[in-house]
């Protein structure tokens, strides 16, 4: 990740210079909210650990949201993830120094996982059929009549949606979907 971030990064830069693409200054309300995320783990002194809640995350996932899953997992699942949302916004840092807080890092992060953990429940539980990887004993046939779209999540306003496949790549041949055989 370090090696590729830092290579985007430079061809990102690249292009931006070569191209003469001008930046956007953030907004303030963007800068603000952002802010607000860093003060709130700076301002908590009580609250359960960081770290705790992460494992838990991570057997949720796991658990009820692996490769082999149902609707019932699943919708259990999803009762856990929202208890550990509103437990995370009560967790504390023990460590509130300024500078190399590695735990300040885990928090943030921890916040960003758990956005993603629930966009990934969220879809995985609307989704219902098998599909590559990810497969439901209570769907066990591929739907690509209903399903050959991808499928976006919202946080704001907790809504999900979809936009179709594109069918027509630029650069190679495109690939007719198929029934993935043992």
């Known amino acids: 990740i370090v090696v590729f971030g830092r290579a985007s990064g430079k061809h990102v830069t690249s292009e931006v210079n070569a191209n003469n693409i001008g930046v956007e200054m953030a907004a303030n309300d963007a800068l603000d909210k952002a802010l607000a995320r860093l003060n709130r783990w700076e301002s908590t002194q009580e609250g359960e650990s960081v770290a705790d809640i992460r494992t838990e995350l ?77 497969s439901r004993f209570d769907y066990t046939e591929r739907d690509d009549a209903n399903w050959l779209k991808h499928s976006l999540y919202f946080a704001e306003g907790d809504r999900t949606g979809s936009r179709a496949v594109n069918m027509q790549p630029k650069h190679m041949k495109a690939m007719e979907p198929e029934v993935r055989e043992s």
């Open 58 to 134: 991570q057997t949720v996932m796991q658990n009820d949201f692996g490769v082999f899953r149902t609707g019932e997992s699943m919708a259990e699942g999803l009762k856990k993830l929202e208890a550990l949302k509103e437990r995370l916004n009560h967790a504390a840092l023990t460590d509130t120094s300024k500078v190399f807080n590695t735990m300040r890092v885990e928090a943030l992060e921890l916040d960003n996982l758990l956005a993603v953990a629930l966009s990934t429940a969220v879809l995985a539980n609307e989704r219902v059929e098998s599909r590559g990887a990810h």
